[in-house]
């Protein structure tokens, strides 16, 4: 990343219900995300990954065996 900030990640099940949420603080550079997903069962979900000053929002799609 070459902004710093608090980055939210959602994960959506195919409801688009919100089954996990977390904010991390990222600074300039590379930055590793994690999400906690050993609790969800196996299915496909949605990744959302935005900045919370609304500069950036990625969404993608993420299966969990």
């Not at 600074?27 to 995300?33: I, Q, R, V």
Request: no cysteine.
């Amino acid at each position: 990343s070459s902004v710093n900030g608090i980055v939210r990640t959602e994960i959506l099940d195919h409801m688009g219900r919100i089954v996990a949420v977390s904010e991390q603080q990222v600074n300039s550079g590379k930055t590793t995300l994690s999400a906690i997903m050993e609790n969800l069962a196996g299915g496909v979900y949605s990744l959302n990954v935005s900045f919370a000053n609304g500069g950036y929002r990625s969404v993608h799609k993420i299966v969990k065996q």
